[in-house]
């Protein structure tokens, strides 16, 4: 079974639109992250977490709201959401943070 | 400024043959250097990682090198197969901040 779920898996939203992203882990891991993927940028890192309630910054934190509720659930938020937030978003867990990282299947993003 | 580079960008080869992707770093207080796998429509997934106190380690057809004196890192996979198409991501890792910095990937096609 799938450890990481994201969801949704595909969305379509136009500039200035509110956008959440949903991520959670079945593993019991304390540390959870927020990346997106870009061609010829690799795995930028927008946002972690090692508990509920906490929130650390990453490399690219601008226009980007997250908040991890639970354990378990950790949500990216869009609140004007803009072109170039077009993108693959990943979400990972991992038990020791800076050790092996296990990611969600995806979703991926477009702005209209 | 760029942790992890990461070369080449993409890369063909042949069945049978090796391929061999390398990266560089900066930050000499890296210790962990993990190399992740990912097929097209997936999220990563750890492959082989090595420690610095260590500069080889090999899982099967996958072996990586480290040099710590050159900052440098290598992932070699013998009898390449074209089901080893896919990007990989070296990363590094201090372990002290809880995060894993990754390189911009190399696209791989093993050709049949």
């Known amino acids: 079974e799938a450890a990481v779920t994201q969801s949704p898996r595909n969305k379509v939203t136009v500039t200035g639109g509110n956008v959440t992203l949903s991520c959670r882990q079945t593993?019991?891991?304390?540390?959870m992250y927020w990346y997106r993927q870009d061609t010829g940028h690799g795995l930028r890192l927008i946002h972690y977490?090692?508990?509920?309630?906490?929130?650390q910054i990453g490399d690219v934190p601008d226009g980007y709201k997250a908040t991890r509720t639970t354990q378990e659930d950790f949500f990216l938020l869009l609140e004007l959401a803009s072109p170039s937030q077009t993108s693959l978003y990943f979400c990972?867990?991992?038990?020791?943070?800076?050790?092996?990282?296990?990611f969600g299947p995806g979703t991926r993003l477009t702005v209209l | 400024q760029q942790q992890v580079r990461q070369s080449p960008q993409s890369l063909t080869v042949w069945e049978g043959g090796t391929t061999v992707l390398t990266c560089s770093y900066e930050d000499s207080t890296f210790n962990y250097f993990p190399w992740y796998q990912q097929f097209p429509g997936e999220g990563p997934a750890l492959l082989i990682s090595i420690l610095s106190v260590s500069d080889k380690k090999e899982d099967g057809r996958f072996t990586t090198f480290f040099n710590k004196r050159e900052k440098k890192l290598s992932l070699h996979i013998i009898d390449s197969q074209p089901g080893d198409s896919a990007t990989y991501f070296c990363a590094a890792s201090a372990g002290s901040n809880n995060r894993i910095f990754f390189g911009d990937g190399t696209q791989l096609v093993v050709k049949p």
């Open positions: 977490s090692y508990g509920a309630g906490n929130l």
């Open positions: 593993n019991s891991h304390n540390y």
């Open positions: 990972a867990s991992s038990d020791v943070g800076a050790y092996e990282q296990y």
